[in-house]
């Protein structure tokens, strides 16, 4: 996801400012021919088969290094295709993993080893062609919780929630009015610094897509948009911190955080979901 607001001076150059200089320079959305949406189509399938792929992999004692390496030579051996995140804004690691309070962000390291009863989000974007796919799930590391599945399945039911606000003429506030109703009666809580974006051959372009908002407001959506929706929910308190690394985002409070992402590519009638798995088709 991108960063909004407390992150801006991480994102200094370049298509991905906040709110405020994106309105002054006007909005730069992109409207993808049918020849790029078939592109998109390419990369977000890619996307998607990584995570079928490294499913079985994340299980106890596994290190999210090596669910890192997996994905990489997966990504670069077998699928010829280009792991969005190394070396993107100078992240070092070609997927992200996000373990328990770990919100977004997290990166791989041989350091950290899965124990059951953790739950991890592994966020994979390849590019292919020049085109990205973007998407991400939540894994449960052997037996969670019954708080831990609940946070991930209602996470996971307000991406889709989302999504199907998704049609030509709709405002992008409908699906962050969507997804915030949905949510926070749940006593769950929806992370604000960081949103959905714009993709094509850009990781991130514009618009951002806030995962909470007013029905009605914000950019009306048409044909030919491609963006992500990708909500992050935390069990405890909404306020997040960055660590020292410049990347790792946690909850304030340490409270467990789940985060679901696919890509989506507006249509003439709706949406298609450009990033589904191969048990969603
Ligand atoms: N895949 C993330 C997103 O959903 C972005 C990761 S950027 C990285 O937008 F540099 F951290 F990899
Ligand atoms: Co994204
Ligand atoms: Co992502």
Known sequence: MRGLLQSLPRWPSSQSEGPASSAMRGSQVTIKTPAQQEQMRTAGRLAAEVLDMIGPYVVPGVTTDELNAR????????QKAVPAPLNYRGFPKSICTSVNHVVCHGIPSPDKRLKQGDIVNVDVTVIKDGWHGDTSRMYAVGKIAPAAQ?????????????????????????LGAAIQTFVEPQHLSIVREYCGH?????????????HYGERGQGLQLMPGMTFTVEPMVNAGKRHVRLLP??????????????QWEHTVLVTDTGYEVLTLGAAER
């Open 245 to 258: 690394d410049g990347w790792t985002v946690i909850t304030k409070d340490h409270s467990l955080s789940a």
């Open 198 to 210: 714009g993709i094509g051959q850009i990781f991130h372009e514009d618009p951002q897509v806030l």
């Open 71 to 78: 994905c990489h030579d997966y990504i670069v051996s077998v």
């Open 150 to 174: 609940r946070l991930i399945d209602i996470t996971h039911e307000a991406m889709w929630i989302g999504i199907r606000q998704i049609r030509p003429g709709a405002h992008l506030g409908d």
